[in-house]
């Protein structure tokens, strides 16, 4: 199965060496390895070990979550299969690609696929669990038949280390542009709805986690919220968030009091900010556009909206 390895770059810092070694050490390597840079100044394009790599360049207000990526693919569309991962995703073993590219060659029927997120080492309490709530360590396999049962899961997916069967990738349309966030679960779940499944590999594993502050969490729910108001189509089809918001809230408060009991008061001010950047997400075009760019990580979406 012909394999290309797609990463956006954009001053990609500290780890970016380590997410290289990592690659460059994997069983089965891709066929062709792009990076897709918007203007990196920081030394991100130096390093030696990316002599094996594609560089392709675009402006920083070029920039677009899903249309960036999708450009990338038209330019490099080589593959029987799309592989995506970002700058700060640390393939966790050498098998990590070979594993989320198993499922694909052992069954047909699966058009989408994304791996298990573990934390970086030596993160606190409120990242690991994040990451362990979200990626458990069995695998699950999603498609219409079982929607009900996974409710807006069945069509979680994310980027950060993903693959899509070229076949159903085409036939979803790709990736859309002009999205603030999500463009992997939009994708992913017009691929589903075409009668696909998507695949969660438990054993595909990478590092990938962040530290937020209390303010950054808001503004990520912010654009949530967004994002949610914008693809009312996922309701419809997979059902609304705040069951599942429910459980990560309890899920949350039982890890920090078992495993950092002192992080409490974070943890509740971090919910309140979550909740509110939320509810206010879904309801942003009550509010002015120079207030959503102030409470959203994306300030480009909202610079090109206006």
Known sequence: MKTVLYIPTFNAGKRWSEVIKAINEQLVAPHQKVIIDSGSNDGT??????????????????????????????????????????????LADRRALANLIAVFEEHPTVGVAYGRQLPHKGAKALEAHARLFNYPAHAQFRNLKNA?????????????????????????????????????????????????????VAEAKVYHSHSYTVSDEFKRYFDIGVFHAMNPW?????????????????????????????????????????????????????????????????????????
């Open 148 to 200: 009900q049962q996974y409710g807006i899961k069945a069509i979680s997916c994310s980027n950060s280390f993903a693959a899509y069967r070229r076949e159903a990738f085409e036939e979803a349309g790709g990736f859309p542009s002009g999205t603030i966030l999500g463009e992997d679960v939009i994708t992913a779940g017009k691929i589903v709805l075409n009668g696909w499944q998507l695949a969660y």
């Open 45 to 90: 394009l130096t390093l030696p070990e990316l002599s094996t790599f594609t560089i392709m360049a675009i402006d920083q207000a070029d920039f677009d979550h899903g249309g960036t990526r999708q450009l990338a693919v038209e330019r490099f569309p080589d593959a029987d299969l799309y592989i995506f991962l970002t700058q700060d995703a640390i």
């Open 234 to 306: 996922i309701f419809e089809n997979f059902g609304h968030a705040e069951s599942e918001g429910w459980k990560y809230v309890k899920s949350e408060l039982r890890y920090v009091i078992r495993h950092q009991p002192t992080a409490l008061p974070k943890v509740l001010f971090s919910l309140g900010a979550k909740w509110l950047g939320y509810k206010l997400g879904l309801h942003y075009k009550r509010i002015p556009l120079s207030w959503r760019r102030s409470f959203s990580m994306v300030k480009g979406f909202w610079a090109r909206k206006a």
